[in-house]
């Protein structure tokens, strides 16, 4: 079975554009989230997802949006970027509240 | 507030060396801790996940343990090779949703 796959691998933006990163989960998989990684950090949680409906939100500014579709696939959007949005960002899909399986990150340069 | 700390944040150690990764958390009240590796640019592979009504899981090399009271997890990587060089993450849920809380992770490098 395929894992989470995230699209696209690499990205370099201006400040000021927007960005869409693209999630698929795992089969069977209905709960989506979404971390933010700088570099020596650990993720931090920005949104999760679970049948379409958002389930959390973490600590970033309304300048971050998502959403999921009926395939439980799901979206990041960025507007307005900031040189501090520079960051690897991970998907991760979970059944439940169960073990979570990352992604491998799309990479955000900001310019 | 939930906080998750590994100490130590690198460590340096000759192959086939036995090692402790130290990870401690301040709300003891988790349903389960998870421990990752990391490879550097590359996404979180899960390593092991453990309940809060287990001590221990094992998986080949590695073993991980849980002391909820002083909310303790530690990783136990036996024989360690160069191929174990990562950063290793552990997170624990928040209490009521499934968002992950991660510690900062320590970077292991272990020297052929």
């Known amino acids: 079975d395929a894992g989470v796959t995230q699209s696209p691998t690499h990205l370099i933006k201006t400040r000021g554009q927007h960005v869409t990163l693209r999630c698929s989960p795992i089969?069977?998989?209905?709960?989506v989230s979404w971390y933010q990684q700088v570099l020596g950090q650990g993720p931090q949680f920005i949104f999760q997802?679970?049948?379409?409906?958002?389930?959390g939100r973490g600590n970033f500014p309304d300048r971050f949006s998502a959403r999921q579709f009926p395939n439980y696939s799901s979206e990041l959007n960025v507007n307005a970027l900031l040189l501090g949005d520079s960051a690897l960002y991970l998907c991760?899909?979970?059944?439940?509240?169960?073990?979570?399986?990352f992604g491998p990150g799309t990479r955000l340069t900001v310019t | 507030k939930q906080e998750v700390t590994q100490i130590p944040a690198a460590l340096s150690v000759p192959e086939g060396e036995n090692l402790v990764l130290n990870c401690s958390f301040t709300?003891?009240?988790?349903?389960?801790l998870q421990w990752f590796r990391q490879d550097p640019g590359k996404g979180l592979t899960s390593l092991l996940l453990?309940?809060?009504?287990?001590r221990e899981q094992t998986s080949g090399r590695l073993n991980a343990s849980l002391d909820k009271s002083s909310g303790r997890s530690t990783l136990y990587i036996a024989a360690s090779q160069p191929g174990d060089s990562a950063t290793y993450l552990c997170?624990?849920?928040?209490?009521?949703?499934?968002?992950?809380?991660f510690g900062q992770g320590t970077t292991l490098q272990v020297k052929p």
């Open positions: 991760a899909s979970s059944l439940t509240d169960s073990e979570q399986y």
């Open positions: 089969s069977g998989h209905k709960s």
């Open positions: 997802y679970y049948e379409k409906e958002e389930r």
């Open positions: 709300d003891s009240a988790i349903y389960n």
């Open positions: 453990i309940q809060s009504s287990q």
């Open positions: 997170a624990v849920p928040s209490s009521n949703t499934g968002k992950l809380i």
